[in-house]
Structure formats: C-alpha cells, structure tokens
C-alpha cells in the first residue's frame, strides 16, 4: 500500500504565493496530481504529470500561475501556486496512479489509486 502525505499548506493573502508538497512512501507510481475541493462544491483536477514523460497538464483555471514538479527520485510532486485567488481556497489533495498514463483523463478521479489526506488553502 502506497501513502502519499501532503504538506505546505496555509493562509495567505490574494496574490500570495504558496508551495504544497507530496511524497510517496513507494516508488510505484506512474503519474502524480493534485485536486482540489472547496466547501459545498466536487472535487476537481488542479494539474497532473507523468514520470518519466514531459507531458503536464493543467486545469485551465490554474494555468500561468501554478506550476507542478516532480523531486529528482520522482517519489515527491510539489505545486508551486503563485498569484493566488480567493477562488483557490480549498482543501488540496494530492493523488497518484500506478497504471498506464492516460493524458486524456487525467481529470477522472477514477484514474487515481491512491489519495492522501489533503491540506488546506485559504487564501483571504
């Protein structure tokens, strides 16, 4: 069993910047993402990328200001958020798959294997 523990995140100002941080405790994983909830609303793909690819996908909401990575072992998955909104506030969660990668859906929560517990954004 694969466990992912997210870290990073917190309560800052609209225009503020934060970083979330993910690892794996196994190196079994083909493709890592984030997701995201907000209070009343369904969880909803933030940006999702393969290992071992240059194929990163983001949701359109989020593209130009967040940036997802991979560690160098590839066991960690950071989402730099710059620019940051009061739309952004929500619980993050990071998710990840040990199957085939499938860029097309990417979105679908189904794709994913394994969940961590999320960490919260507030951004005021």
């Known amino acids: 069993h694969v466990q992912l523990v997210e870290s990073g995140g917190g309560s800052v100002q609209a225009g503020g910047s934060l970083t979330l941080s993910c690892s794996a405790s196994k190196d079994a994983l083909m493709y890592m993402a984030w997701f995201r909830q907000a209070p009343g609303k369904e969880r909803e793909a933030v940006a999702a990328r393969p290992k071992n690819l240059d194929e990163i996908q983001y949701a359109d909401f989020v593209k130009g200001r967040f940036t997802i990575s991979l560690s160098r072992n590839q066991n960690t998955v950071y989402l730099q958020m710059n620019r940051l909104e009061p739309e952004d506030t929500a619980l993050y969660y990071c998710?990840?798959?040990?199957?085939?990668?499938?860029?097309?859906?990417?979105?679908?929560?189904?794709?994913?294997?394994?969940w961590g517990q999320g960490t919260q954004v507030t951004v005021s």
């Open positions: 998710a990840a798959g040990s199957g085939g990668w499938f860029g097309g859906s990417w979105t679908n929560i189904a794709e994913y294997d394994y």
